[in-house]
């Protein structure tokens, strides 16, 4: 059932998050919300087949190709969730403070580019590409814009939850070689930074009680790995060497 490991992790007595539903109709909005949790992480949200489509995005999306954000799988959260922006207390899921970092809407793209573009693909489309784990899409954010995809890894590495993907950029117009994501901690809705948000007492209480070291940093030698292979792939379809790798069946 759609919802049902989201509702299960949370005591929506004690939180202020959104106990939320499916929705019937789904209109194409993104979010992205930059979570202070047990690690800082990014939460890239796409609002497809009536909830919120999600990922945790450790290091948050770049506009620089050349980087490949590992972005983990979650359970899908009701689209209510859009806007939330505020303090998950401690002791539930995801205690920390949420901050809407980014939003805007989203088009899928067809998979197959038109004179090496991208072009606007359909719903279908885009729910065929989510199962095959190669979602391409458009975004218009207030930060985010441009070309992505949205690529699920595959192969068997040891601990692997078969959640990985990665968050590439395309490269168009909207890119930034050396994008740094630091440089915009500021919310879309409320204009406040994260410390802000959580109040300034409580953001101090915060910082001191947890070591600094290891928040936000993903240190994974399966990743760098995985990635290498992942470009070598794309280079060797680019140049035409090899042809795309065949679907492998899961044992
Ligand atoms: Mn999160």
Redesign the pocket.
Known sequence: MPLEEYKRKRRFEETPEPAGKVEKKSTHRFVV?K?D?TRL?Y?FRLEMEGVLKSW?VPKGPSLDPADKRLAMQ?EDHPVSYFDFEGTIPEGNY?AGT?MVWDVGTWQPLSPVPVDGKYVPGTEAEATAMLAKGDLKFRLKGKKLNGDFAMVKMKGRRPGSKGTEWLLIKKHDEYEVPGYDIDEYDESVLSKRSLAEIAGDAGAREWKSSRPAAGRGKVKAAWLADAVAKFDKKKREEKDGRKPPAKKKQKT
Do not use: R
Request: negative net charge; glycine residues 12%; charged residues 10%.
């Open positions: 919300q979570h949790a992480h939460d945790a979650v995801g949420v």
